[in-house]
């Protein structure tokens, strides 16, 4: 089955440095990548839509200075926090869709593992 | 603005009897409807889906019920199993352009399933 790796599952930094998550399509190619955030017993809030060579699409209130997101590849897209903050401390979860499944919209994602950021 | 909803936190049911998961939407946008079940730690695992044109949907011990007029889906799982413990997400997403982008799954908050041995 399609497998999306996230990496790291686990991360501990300090106020104010940057950390940078990676998402990963292990065995298909994947043009839209999702970027989620999950606050302790709440629902998957989506944070960005990456796109393959073209600029990320912000949901309504993220900031996307302090969310970096780059999709570089077919296969690989990564969100950066930058200046991390504790309030930044959450569970971000990547998912992507194969490429090419149509009609996209009612194509199951593909979820990662999940990284868990603390910010100290 | 919870377009999704799972009004039940937590469910408790006993080995071998049916789950049942209830669901909940606002937006009559939503036309793809699907079950997601998550570990802690982990990612959210793909269940099962439906489509806005059918009423039921079934694979293996899994179901899924639609009902578009009071906006309400719910998944069945019969029998129950002590593995099927997690926490279950239903989501939903539309065909057309919603909301400035397409293909966006909105998630609902989740209830947790304890399925005791």
């Known amino acids: 089955g399609a497998v999306v790796s996230q990496h790291p599952s686990r991360v501990i930094c300090k106020s104010g440095t940057s950390v940078k998550i990676e998402c990963r399509s292990l065995?298909?190619?994947?043009?839209?990548m999702f970027w989620y955030r999950q606050f302790p017993k709440q629902s998957l809030m989506l944070m960005a839509t990456?796109?393959?060579?073209?600029?990320?699409?912000?949901e309504q209130g993220v900031e996307k200075d302090k969310f970096l997101i780059n999709h570089a590849s077919l296969t690989l897209s990564t969100l950066t926090v930058t200046s991390a903050h504790p309030e930044d401390s959450s569970f971000y979860i990547c998912s992507a869709r194969l490429l090419g499944q149509e009609p996209s919209y009612n194509s199951p994602l593909h979820f990662g593992n999940g990284t868990r950021l603390t910010v100290t | 603005d919870q377009q999704v909803k799972q009004n039940s936190p937590s469910l408790s049911v006993q080995e071998g009897r049916i789950s049942i998961l209830n669901c909940d939407y606002t937006n009559s946008m939503f036309d793809y409807f699907l079950w997601y079940k998550k570990y802690p730690a982990e990612g959210p695992t793909f269940l099962i889906s439906i489509s806005s044109i059918k009423d039921k949907n079934e694979d293996g011990r899994f179901t899924v019920f639609l009902n578009k007029s009071a906006k309400h889906l719910s998944l069945h799982i019969v029998p129950s199993q002590p593995g099927d413990s997690a926490v279950y997400f239903c989501?939903?997403?539309?065909?057309?352009?919603?909301?400035?982008?397409?293909?966006?799954?909105?998630f609902g908050t989740g209830t947790l399933l304890a399925v005791q041995p």
């Open positions: 990456s796109n393959e060579g073209s600029k990320a699409t912000y």
């Open positions: 989501a939903a997403s539309a065909r057309v352009n919603y909301g400035g982008a397409t293909n966006k799954l909105i």
């Open positions: 065995d298909f190619q994947a043009t839209t």
